[in-house]
Structures are given as C-alpha cells and as structure tokens.
C-alpha cells in the first residue's frame, strides 16, 4: 500500500485590524470569551477602542493585588478603589497601583477611605498620566492641615499632576484655605472642580478685609475669597463648578458669577436652599455660555427664575428643576423655545401637568426644544392627554422618558408611547398603578367585570357600633375588577400589529417596578427585547415563574435585572432562567418568599 501524501492545509492566520473589526460588534461580556479563543484574539481584544470608558472597581484586598499586576499589562485603565484604611494592605494596595499602573492611570477615585497622607504622597508622583482624582470623603488626608506641607512633596505631585483636569473633592469636612491651595497649587490646568457638600464660609471672611497674601492662609476655614482666587487663577480652562449642597447664598453667586473673563459651561447647585430668583437672574446675566444647569432642591426658586433662564440661556442644553415646589407650569411654555433643550428634569414638581409644555411645542419644530431626554418622575396631575400630546410633539427625538409615580397614567398614554415614541431607549412606568395588560399588548379592553353587588351605594347608613357610635358610616365605594386577558385575546393579539410596547426594539432599559396590575399574559407576549439591558419587573406579585423564563429566553443581553417582592418566583424558574442569562451582573430576588437557598 503506497504512503499517501499529507497535506498540512493550515488556515492563513487573520490579520490584527480585521479581529478588532469582528470584535467591535459584540457585546463586553461576549467578548471576553472570544479572547480566551487563541493569543491573537486576545491581543486584539485589548485594543485601544476597547479600553475607553471602562472602570474598574473593586475593594482593598489582598486578591486585589494580582488584578493590580494584571492591569499592567493594559496600555490604560481607571480605578475606583473602596474601603482603603490606613493598614499595611491598603498601603501595599497604593503602592502596587504606582509601581504597575503609575503611566497609564487616568483617572483615580478613592472614595470614602481613610488612606495616610504618607501613603498618596508615595502614590501621586508616580502617576504621570493621570486626568481625574477623586478624593470624595477622604476626611482623614485633611483633618491635621499637613498635606503637602513640604516643598518637596509639591514639587513631585506638581510636575505628575500638570495634566489633571478633573478634581472631585466633595464632602470634605476639614477642608481649609491653606489645603487647598496647596493641592489646586499642583494642578494649574483644571477644567472641572467639584466641591459639593464641603464647609464653605460664604458670609464669614477670616481674614476681615485684609488684601491677598498680607496674611497666612487659614488651616480652619475655606472660604468663598479663595475660591475666588481659585477662579481667577484658572479662568482660562475652568469649564464646570459643582457647588451642590452647600450654603452659597445669593451675594456669594454673583461674586462667583462676575469673575472676569470666567467662561463656565456646566454648574451644579443641586440642593442650595438659600438662593433665590435675584441670584438666578444676576447668574443668567453674567454666565450666558452654561450649557448644562442643575438648580435642582433649591426650593425658593419659583417661575421667575424659568423666565430668567429662558431670557439668558439660549445654548442651555440640560436643565434640572427637580423638587423646585414652587415651579408652576407659567414658565414653561417659553422654556421650551428654547431650542438648544436637549434634556429637562421636572422630576418632583408637584404642581406640573403638561398643559403648558404642550402649548410651548405647539410652534415650529425649528423653534422649539428637541428633548432627548424628560422626567416627570411623581408629577402627579401628569393624565393621559397630556402624555398623548407630547408624545406626538416628541416622537422622532425622544430617547428617555420618566413617568415614575405618574399616578393618573393608565393604558392609553403606554399606547401612545409604543405608537409615536419608537426610538425610546428608556422608559421608566415605575408605581403607575393603572396600568395593565391591555395597556401593554396595545389592545382596547372593551368591556370589564360587574362591580359586586355588596359593594354598591346603598346610601348613608345609621350604625351604633362600638367604633362608630352614633355617626353615619360611609358609603362602600364600587370597585371595578380588570378584566383579565384570555387565551383567545393573545391569539388576536398575536394577529394584529396594534401599538403594544414591542414596537420599541430599541430599548435598552424598562422599568414596571409595582404595576400590581400586569400578570404573564402580558409580560411574556411584550417584554422580547434582544437588546434590553435593564429591566425592573419588582413588586408585581401576580407574575410567575413563565415570566421569568420568557424574560431569559428573549432578553439575553440583559446586565441587571429585579424580581424583588414577586411571591410567583420560585427556585424553579430561577434555575431554568440562569443558563440563558450569561451577561446578568445584578439579580434581586429579595423577599421573595418561595426563592430558597437551593
């Protein structure tokens, strides 16, 4: 028997460029297995364009160290580092990051620890590429006022910190004058700064008048004259100011405001009870550049100052007002001409019901707001005709939509959303209580059950009880049972193409957390989206373990989802749900009476 000649066919390996392009379609998760598929695949997972955006967070541990050394191998990473102390782990931990990470770190976060100064000393040299720091919390780095006290020290952080750009240094308690000049003193080029929820002596000078530099700078206070300064200094690249939380009063803002030649974009006021409209009108005035407005909490705040905005901001892009009580629907109408809007929170605002937003949009498409984004999150006067009509007005910009707590919000406003708002990508029915299957499968229900007999108005009656002795007892109100979705209903629901919520394929997030009213017949007919990474199906106590196995069939992408308070949910339906879910990070099952620990 003659050798028969082997012929060795090995397929040409692909090139680098073509592998990062197959790899770019998929999934974060979906790709991390294909790098385990041979070494090129893995090279080409760890591409520059993979890399942007991704943050990884973890606790102080020793298991922290090896994934520490393994990220050096990145050509770039962030880290957000929790429950860092002042013990020789956490001190091995930093010095680890320096060693293996220290130029190609770019953004820093260690919230909430209690690190040594010792300790950062040793690590923000070493990170010469870094562009975000956030030292948010971190009481203990400022409470002897010796950070950075020696020359030396700055000169380090100062030629590794030249680059940084963002600094975040909310809820410093110890914050003082003297530490954070020495700290702003190291980064000359800072283009957002956030000092949310720190002391700040806005209506006290420790210095009582004295010029700038005639005295030494106060280790007690910080004040609202070096922040001033700090403006001043840095008015050519200082874009964003986050102030929330503190006690600026309406003086303090204007000083803030007519910083010459201080350009700002963004500023955030979030919760700041003292200001007032003046202070909102003298902002507008000086600062007409900001594009993104948070005034969010600041409860003194009434329509005046949606008129002043109106009048001023004409690039304003994002606007929150949420929990501004007093904002009523008079203002507005003339917010939404302004059309640069792409974003508008009224979350909370009580007396808003979207008759005056209508009449706003009611003009030109090419002069008025092109919403991308709106909440009207516990807006409780919000009703269907409301609903309907912006819907209409918003139908081909409408990415995110809230009606959390919308109270009055019943199946024909979720039908007017699955019919205009097909390219939503969130939506939010949070506690909207009305809603049902009907509302979902874009079906009318045309009739419903028969009140009960018992609980008929009969009229007033007399009762000597002994809870109720001597006086008329209410009236029993007539309840109306839903009526429930029938097998022949899905079968016409599955021949129509009505305007039910699987119009919106784009969505990439739902939540129908306490909608007591929504069953299986609904959810396994309309929650089938491949792309869905959110979803929210709490509090729903009439669903089953067929909703669950729907949901895993038909939302594989899902990231995160909630089951809590949901008794149809047994061990059952989680077992058979869990090999179809393979991106799931976060699963909440609590109470959840038939999850066991099987």
């Not at 191998?73 to 962030?78: A, F, I, L, N």
Request: aromatic share 6%; glycine share 6%.
């Amino acid at each position: 028997m003659e050798d028969c000649d082997v012929v060795d066919l090995e397929a040409p390996e692909l090139p680098v460029e073509i592998i990062v392009y197959i790899l770019s379609f998929l999934h974060a998760s979906d790709r991390k297995e294909a790098s385990l598929v041979c070494r090129s695949w893995y090279n080409a997972s760890q591409d520059l364009r993979f890399q942007k955006n991704v943050t990884f967070c973890f606790p102080a541990s020793a298991s922290s160290l090896e994934l520490i050394r393994g990220l050096g191998r990145k050509s770039r990473c962030s880290l957000i580092i929790s429950q860092l102390d002042g013990f020789s782990m956490s001190r091995s931990l930093l010095l680890e990051v320096g060693l293996c990470l220290g130029s190609k770190l770019e953004s820093l976060a260690l919230p909430g620890g209690s690190i040594t100064e010792a300790s950062l000393l040793a690590l923000l040299p070493r990170l010469t590429s870094l562009r975000r720091l956030d030292l948010r919390g971190l009481d203990s780095l400022f409470m002897s006022g010796a950070f950075l006290s020696r020359e030396e020290h700055r000169q380090q952080v100062r030629s590794a910190l030249c680059g940084l750009e963002e600094l975040d240094l909310s809820d410093l308690r110890y914050l003082s004058d003297l530490t954070f000049n020495r700290l702003t003193g190291c980064t000359p080029r800072l283009c957002r700064l956030s000092l949310a929820g720190c002391h700040i002596a806005f209506e006290f000078d420790p210095y009582r008048g004295c010029p700038v530099g005639a005295v030494e700078d106060s280790s007690a206070l910080l004040s609202l004259r070096n922040l001033r300064r700090l403006l001043t200094e840095q008015k050519s690249t200082l874009v964003a100011l986050d102030l929330s939380r503190t006690s600026i009063t309406p003086e303090s803002l204007r000083t803030i405001a007519q910083v010459q030649d201080l350009v700002l974009e963004e500023l955030c006021l979030h919760g700041c009870k003292e200001l007032t409209d003046y202070s909102v009108e003298v902002l507008v005035k000086h600062q007409p550049s900001l594009q993104r407005l948070d005034i969010s909490a600041c409860t003194e705040l009434t329509n005046r100052s949606v008129e002043a905005i109106t009048r001023g901001l004409k690039s304003l892009t994002h606007l929150s007002l949420s929990r501004d009580w007093r904002i009523t629907e008079k203002g507005l109408t003339d917010l939404l001409s302004v059309s640069s809007l792409r974003s508008l929170d009224l979350s909370e605002c009580l007396h808003v019901s979207g008759t005056e937003i209508v009449k706003g949009l009611t003009g030109s498409s090419a002069a008025r707001a092109q919403l991308e984004t709106l909440s009207l999150k516990s807006c409780t006067y919000i009703r269907d005709l409301a609903v309907l009509s912006l819907t209409q007005l918003f139908g081909d910009t409408l990415r995110e939509l809230d009606l959390t707590s919308c109270v009055n919000v019943t199946d024909l406003s979720v039908r007017a959303i699955a019919t205009y708002l097909q390219r939503l990508v969130v939506l939010r029915l949070g506690w909207c209580k009305e809603v049902t299957d009907w509302g979902l499968l874009g079906m009318v229900e045309t009739t419903k059950c028969e009140p009960d007999q018992e609980m008929g108005d009969k009229g007033p009656r007399f009762t000597r009880t002994f809870g109720n002795m001597g006086f008329f007892k209410p009236p029993r109100l007539a309840f109306e049972r839903p009526k429930l979705v029938t097998q022949n209903d899905l079968e016409q629901f599955k021949q129509l193409a009505g305007a039910s919520l699987l119009a919106l394929d784009r969505l990439r997030e739902l939540d129908l957390t306490a909608c007591p009213k929504l069953t299986d017949s609904s959810i396994t007919q309309v929650v089938r989206y491949p792309d869905l990474h959110r979803l929210s199906l709490s509090m729903l106590p009439e669903i089953t373990d067929a909703s669950l196995m729907s949901v895993a069939w038909h939302c594989r992408s899902l990231t995160s989802l909630a089951l809590s308070h949901c008794p149809g949910i047994s061990d059952r339906g989680v077992a058979q749900a869990a090999p179809y879910l393979h991106r799931l990070q976060h699963l909440y099952l609590s109470c959840c009476n038939n999850i066991t620990d099987r």
